[in-house]
Structure formats: structure tokens, C-alpha cells
């Protein structure tokens, strides 16, 4: 089991930045591949962005790339999604998710829900116009 913890949303005015982390613990961190989804009210969740247990391969939406870097410490057993020059349309609950890749011998990232076994809570987000 791994367990899953996002932090740093907020209400934030468009054009603004926020750092979302989500700390894990529980299991060997380094062995997971990690992701971002979001959903906002009405929609279905959606991925945001994705890395490889490395952090090596790395991929994004394509509304979000350019303006937004995800990242990992796998020492500090945590991940993060900076995200600038937000938009109102940015604004959803945002999920941290996990899938374990021990025994995958490619160090790749995961762009489906359906392929990540553990998932936060979520953080909201919201962007003012």
C-alpha cells in the first residue's frame, strides 16, 4: 500500500502560479510511476501530467504543457506540479496518483486513470478571472 497526500492548492487570480505537492509514504517511492489528474464540477477527471519512476520521461496535457513542470524528489518521497500563467478553465480538484513499476523493466509514465492503483485525495484549485 502507498498512501498519498496533496498539498498547496488555493484560490489564486488567473495569470498566477501555485506549486502542488503530493507527499507518499508506505511503500518504495522511487519504484512508482507518478501522474497528476484533475476533474472540475461536471466533468470527468482528466490527466494533467505524468513521470516515470525516474523522473526521466515526463509527458503533459496539451492544454497545460508550457506552462506547467511536474517533478520529483524521490528522496523526500514527494511530487510535484508547478503550475503559471493559470487560467479560469484550470480550475478543478487536482489528484495525485501512483502505480507501481518495480517489476517493469521500462522506466516509462502512464497517461490513463485506469492505470494507476493508488490515489489521493485531492487538492482544490481554483482561478479567478
Known amino acids: 500500500q502507498v498512501q498519498l497526500v496533496e498539498s498547496g492548492g488555493g484560490l489564486v487570480q488567473a495569470g498566477g502560479s501555485l506549486r502542488l505537492s503530493c507527499a507518499a509514504s508506505?511503500?518504495?517511492?522511487?519504484?512508482?510511476?507518478m501522474g497528476w489528474f484533475r476533474q472540475a464540477p461536471g466533468k470527468e477527471r482528466e490527466f494533467v501530467a505524468a513521470?516515470?519512476?525516474?523522473?526521466?520521461?515526463?509527458t503533459y496535457q496539451d492544454s497545460v504543457k508550457g506552462r506547467s513542470t511536474i517533478s520529483r524528489d524521490n528522496a523526500k518521497n514527494t511530487v510535484y506540479l508547478q503550475m503559471n500563467s493559470l487560467k479560469p478553465d484550470d480550475t478543478a480538484v487536482y489528484y495525485c496518483?501512483?502505480?507501481?513499476?518495480?517489476?517493469?523493466?521500462?522506466?516509462?509514465?502512464?497517461?490513463?486513470?485506469?492505470?494507476?492503483?493508488?490515489w489521493g485525495r485531492g487538492t482544490q484549485v481554483t482561478v479567478s478571472s
Open positions: 513521470l516515470s519512476r525516474s523522473g526521466d520521461s515526463i
Open positions: 508506505g511503500r518504495t517511492f522511487s519504484t512508482f510511476a
Open positions: 496518483a501512483a502505480r507501481e513499476s518495480l517489476f517493469i523493466k521500462r522506466d516509462w509514465y502512464y497517461t490513463d486513470h485506469s492505470d494507476y492503483g493508488y
